[in-house]
């Protein structure tokens, strides 16, 4: 299964989805962490926000190899915990309440969703970060801020332009 097709044929890059909403603080850290790593990967890696509505979710990664998803948690770990989840394509979904997203659907409900329509991407893999505050306002706080830009180094050191890249 290959990429969507784009004017040059399918897109294999692998694809990176910040979900979150601007307007409540630490929900935001998923399209914070696409918008700092898009300049980082370059063309080498997709990167797009969502605000998480599951039918949209669908359609950004639908054909795609290796999707992560980057967006803001609330399981009761410390504020700025970064978790990563890379389900094999057998495994079910992660529990709503092991991976809590913050928007009415959970993650793991759009899993299901793909999974049961057969549009889960075989390389699915989550990273949540831990949120703080979720109330009006655009910054993020503190801890998350660290988190999101750990989650940049790491994801542009794993995923960034190969001529980049030194031994």
């Known amino acids: 299964m290959s990429g969507p097709a784009g004017p040059d044929g399918p897109d294999d890059r692998p694809l ?76 079910p979904a992660p529990a709503p309440s092991s991976y809590g997203s913050t928007h009415g659907l959970s993650l793991a409900e759009a899993i299901g969703l793909a999974d049961l329509l057969g549009r889960r991407p075989p390389g699915l893999e989550l990273l949540g970060i831990e949120g703080a505050d979720f109330g009006l306002g655009a910054e993020l706080s503190p801890p998350v801020r660290r988190a999101a830009e750990r989650v940049v180094r790491r994801l542009a050191a794993e995923l960034g332009r190969p001529a980049d890249r030194r031994s």
């Open 16 to 91: 990176v989805v910040g979900i979150g909403n601007d307007l409540r603080r630490d929900d935001a850290v998923g399209r914070t962490v696409a918008r700092r790593l898009a300049p980082r990967v370059g063309s080498a890696v997709r990167v797009v926000e969502s605000d998480g509505e599951v039918g949209r979710l669908l359609d950004l990664w639908d054909g795609a190899k290796r999707v992560i998803v980057v967006d803001a948690t609330r399981s009761g770990a410390p504020p700025g915990t970064v978790r990563r989840w890379a389900p094999g394509p057998e495994q």
